[in-house]
């Protein structure tokens, strides 16, 4: 009885398959699209804003891909270390002996997990980045200019000198600029998954048992220190597993970059689609790099995983 | 947390707020940071809200926003249905408080009760100054907030008197109420059609949760069954579909519905965009619900399932009547915040050219008329989404403690 159900089952998916790949074939040979790659070598002739790597409008599809794909790790790269960073402290203010502290944490996490990251992304690129005025009138912070054309960081210059942003005939220049499009994009990455990473961080400091606290207090520990030597060490075996989810979403999350103007890997493939109609080339890359992406944090992960396990003699 | 001693001395407010925010030097020193960055962006929001920010966007458009481009003389069908939801949301609350599930005794109106009432008729008041709704309009909604309370009080004073074979079926009246509604909005059985690419705003990003939520449950919850099941093809193929919708992102699938779905099925078939774009967001949160319901499964243990079957119950009733409802009650929580999320999620219909409420927003912003009023929609759009889900998670504690009321008070056996 169970293998009859199995039998059918497969039966029924393997009509459903063959239906669907025949339509796509029949479908794909009367619009003249059969599935080649030969068009990845095409010049692209779009321009890309912004790019990790070496990119102009002469260089071949699979080129703008890549510069596209360049992109997508770049923001992921630097989103990962600013919302674990973030969700980090917030996690553990929700443990502060300051009740205020304590109460602005929640309220923190219960604010931005319920407004949908697309609408934050556009709130911080149109309300926020995008209002920041230019020229002198730029917000000046020590070493950090916030002007509408970029942001501008202090960083070594050429001869290894320490420089910081100058105005220079109304225009700012920087050994270090950032896009306010990277930027936008990266502040509403790393808010938005820095609450989820900050309840993951909380959940992992609550597993902790009170006693652990109490001994460690009475062994004279700082409080800075029982949370860096005590109790995060045994948290970590609950948190890396969650962190793991939540790192992939924000890798997953960073195709909406789309929304506040970043040409990432999803971008250039739209581009691409609209000049090229390779609508299933398209979509396979587009997947299989996201694909490839996801197992790379999942694989590093799990690695970070073994290492924070209790080890069983 | 900690333990809690037998003698709990209630201590005066000052001294709470000094253990609170001054218990030592650091502490003062944080609590007075954050006061002072707390009071100036709540006076420069403030500020803002009131003096800055010109609110006639929001009025202006407050039709496009709600409904998006359904016809006007079509749009009583839309007031029938805001009236029967409305009284179909107070009957169902009456007569939760009419049989308290837990034994706990029925109280007519308890205190959350009374505090829900006085915001619907604060909002019922209120809006006006806030939208400047015109004056029929307006009428309207405080019809509908007056017959929602007045079936609430109804219901809690003589919903008892129902006799027990007929309160069975009440709650058909919700997937009832769906189809009359979906009937209502799309029109057929003698009433006008009214195209799905008409449909926009809140009415269409209401229906896609909705309709994305109603169907990816059942689809999740065989999944789940599925990669959990002993036959190594259902396990497989379950295995398969779930991972490899769970690695991608959603824009990228609804990319591909919006692309390739129309060579997969014969020509002629594809559904138009806006249900291409329902059918992508269910299928993909039903590999989520799978996983949160799995986890639900996982949490009974074998023995359950295996004196069930001993028993002599086949095995689909021992799943239904054995295995799933204490699966079930324990995924509730993973599962409504997967509707959470679905419900977030439909805002990437914007970025497809859909009329949602975001696609919405970006179109009202686009009209020369209203440049540069990007904060004033964004707000309005965030704090919507954010009483939405909001409620959404209330209503799951809520619930949650409805179905396991002894979990929270271990007291009781």
């Known amino acids: ?313 | 947390m900690g333990p809690v001693s037998p003698v709990m001395v209630r201590p005066g407010a000052w001294l709470r707020l000094r253990r609170e925010l001054f218990a030592s030097r650091l502490d003062g020193l944080i609590s007075i940071a954050l006061i002072a960055a707390l009071v100036t962006v709540g006076l420069g929001l403030a500020k803002w809200v009131l003096f800055q920010a010109q609110w006639t966007v929001i009025s202006a458009n407050s039709t496009l926003f709600a409904v998006g481009r359904y016809p006007l003389e079509q749009q009583w069908r839309l007031w029938l249905l805001t009236t029967l939801l409305a009284l179909a949301t107070g009957l169902s609350c009456g007569l939760l408080r009419a049989f308290p599930r837990s034994g706990a005794p029925a109280r007519s109106w308890p205190r959350n009760d009374r505090w829900a009432a006085a915001i619907l008729v604060v909002l019922a008041l209120w809006r006006p100054m806030a939208l400047q709704l015109a004056l029929p309009i307006q009428l309207r909604w405080w019809a509908i907030t007056g017959l929602l309370l007045l079936a609430r009080w109804a219901a809690g004073r003589w919903g008892a008197a129902i006799p027990a074979s007929a309160r069975r079926w009440i709650p058909l009246l919700w997937p009832l109420l769906y189809l009359v509604g979906m009937v209502l909005i799309s029109g057929g059985l003698g009433l006008v059609r009214v195209a799905p690419s008409e449909w926009g705003g809140l009415l269409l990003t209401l229906l896609m949760a909705s309709f994305a939520i109603l169907l990816c449950f059942p689809l999740g919850l065989l999944l789940a069954l599925g990669r959990r099941s002993s036959l190594p093809l259902l396990r497989w193929g379950s295995v398969l579909y779930i991972e490899f919708v769970r690695g991608a992102p959603l824009i990228t699938l609804l990319f591909l519905g919006q692309n390739i779905l129309g060579f997969l099925l014969p020509g002629g078939l594809a559904p138009d965009r806006v249900w291409r774009a329902a059918w992508v967001l269910t299928f993909f949160a039903a590999a989520y619900v799978a996983e949160a319901v799995r986890s639900g499964l996982a949490a009974i243990p074998p023995g359950q399932l295996e004196a069930a079957r001993s028993l002599g119950l086949p095995m689909p009733q021992a799943l239904i009547h054995v295995v799933l409802p204490q699966a079930l009650r324990v995924a509730l929580p993973a599962t409504v915040g997967q509707f959470i999320s679905l419900l977030q999620d439909t805002t990437l219909l914007s970025l497809i050219g859909l009329l949602d409420l975001l696609g919405t927003a970006r179109t009202v912003m686009a009209n020369p008329a209203f440049l540069g009023r990007n904060a004033e929609v964004y707000l309005v759009l965030a704090v919507l989404f954010w009483c939405c889900c909001a409620a959404l998670g209330l209503g799951s504690r809520a619930l949650e403690t409805r179905l396991n009321p002894h979990s929270l008070s271990p007291s009781q056996p």
């Open chain 1, 1 to 313: 009885m169970p293998w009859l159900l199995q039998a059918a089952v497969g039966l029924v998916v393997l009509v459903l398959v063959a239906f669907l790949l025949g339509n796509l074939v029949r479908n794909l040979t009367n619009a003249g699209l059969l599935l080649t790659w030969s068009w990845l070598r095409n010049p692209a002739g779009f321009e890309i804003a912004e790019t990790a790597i070496p990119f102009d409008a002469a260089m071949p599809y699979w080129r703008a891909l890549l510069a596209g794909l360049a992109n997508t790790l770049k923001v992921v790269l630097a989103g990962l270390v600013g919302a674990t960073v973030l969700g980090t402290a917030v996690g553990t203010a929700s443990f502060s002996s300051n009740g205020l502290l304590r109460r602005l944490a929640r309220v923190y996490v219960e604010l931005i997990r319920n407004i949908p990251l697309l609408l934050q992304l556009v709130f911080w690129y149109f309300v926020v980045f995008l209002a920041l005025p230019n020229g002198a009138a730029a917000l000046q912070l020590p070493g950090v200019v916030l002007a509408k054309a970029g942001l501008y960081l202090s960083w070594f210059d050429g001869a290894w000198q320490w420089q910081g942003p100058q105005l220079v005939n109304g225009v700012w220049m920087a050994p270090l600029r950032i896009t306010v499009e990277f930027a936008a994009l990266l502040t509403g990455l790393v808010i938005y998954t820095g609450a989820f990473i900050a309840e993951v961080v909380r959940g992992g400091v609550a597993s902790v048992p009170q006693g652990q606290w109490e001994a460690a207090n009475s062994l004279g520990f700082s409080p800075l220190q029982t949370l860096s030597r005590i109790v995060l060490p045994q948290a970590l075996r609950v948190i890396v597993p969650g962190l793991n989810s939540q790192y992939i979403s924000l890798a997953k999350s960073s195709s909406l970059a789309v929304a506040c103007g970043y040409t990432d890997l999803y971008s250039v493939a739209e581009t691409t689609l609209n000049q090229t109609g390779r609508a299933v080339e398209v979509v396979v890359i587009l997947l299989g790099s996201y694909l490839v992406i996801d197992l790379v944090i999942s694989g590093l992960m799990n690695g970070l995983n073994g290492l924070v396990q209790l080890r069983e003699r």
